[in-house]
């Protein structure tokens, strides 16, 4: 990602303005790896954890562990004695955050996860996020087309702009008769990126590796290929 970004927008991970998101962080990952990579300074680590580092997570147990590992994993690189907080942490479904922008506007006052005032600190982030100018889109999608049940946790949901958005990209470019595939969170999750990036920016998943030769997700491959400049593949022959 960092090589990407020094390539084709002249700037790095380190670069000020450049904000990065982890859309569905588990217990954090990818961020405290981020953090001990040394793609970031110590001389800007704090302005990044404070500004321009952010992470969703729907399971609230999840939530705590990744908010706790990156605070220590950014405590322990700054030998910091004050505490402070990782703030750019939000409890909320990602693809249900954005529907609110298309729907109420684009405070995300309307999210199911935001509207007790419970919850006035975790609307506030979801909020500054949604403002923020995303550049990098970095974490491991789930996925759910072909579990056997809702006890597997985690069922396909509707989200009706987003599945609109795949009707008319992934399904209307898709010369399969069926199409139930291109409805897969993990591909879901490229569609939602894709528009969260809106004309610039790099994405970097970790996926179900399906989608590079199934006969339903060619349409999905045809965007792919229309609206990103550069695409690296790096195929470990995983597709579950």
Known sequence: VNDVLIERFGCNINTKGVHILDPFTGTGTFIVQLLRSGLISIDNMLYKYTNELHANEIVLLAYYIATINIEETFHDLMQANDYIAFEGIVLTDTFALSET???KGTDGT?????????FQQNSERAIKQLESPITVIIGNPPYSVGQKSGNDNNQNVSYEYLDRRLAETYVAKSKATLTRNAYDTYIKAFRWASDRLEENGVIGFVSNGAYLDSVALDGFRQCLIEE???IYCFNLRGNQ
Do not use: I
């Not at 309307?110 to 419970?118: D, F």
């Open 101 to 103: 922008v298309h729907s």
């Open 110 to 118: 309307n999210s199911a996860s935001m509207n007790s005032s419970m």
């Open 228 to 230: 990103f400049n550069s």
